[in-house]
């Protein structure tokens, strides 16, 4: 019966140990969305003038000389002229043309520019930790083994 329960009782102190093990899973999402609006507006203008100015003089000096009687004498400007009827005439005209012209150009421009961009992360986490606790399995089968020693050779006589 003593060889029994020691036995018995060496299957007991030599089972498995515990251990803990716990197990993390963690998942980590994010998204950005990022949207970036440019608005450009150009104005232009262009103004272009153009003037002109013309002024014409013209002069017209008319001189007739027409003979009255042929027998008489005439000096005109030191030139003799015999029996002559002088006529002078001057016209003087004038005009003058003025033309002013402004020419104005605006242009206007629009843009508009969208940019998105979207992002999109994932992290994902797995964590395990395992705790054991210690084990003293093999410091019990070397125990065992001393004491099945010990009780083999004390009792050897009777193995015999």
Known sequence: MNKYSLILLAVLLTSCGARKVSK??????????????TKVITEEKKETKDSTN??????????????IDTAKEMVVNGKVFKNAILKTKKNKTSSLYTNNKTTSEIKLKDSIEVFKASKKEEIIIDKKDIDKGQDYSAILILILLILIIYIAWRNRPRLL
């Open 24 to 37: 993390d899973n963690t998942t980590i999402t994010k998204d950005s969305l990022v949207e970036t609006i």
């Open 54 to 67: 013309t002024k014409t003089v013209v002069e017209i000096d008319e001189v007739i000389i027409s003979p």
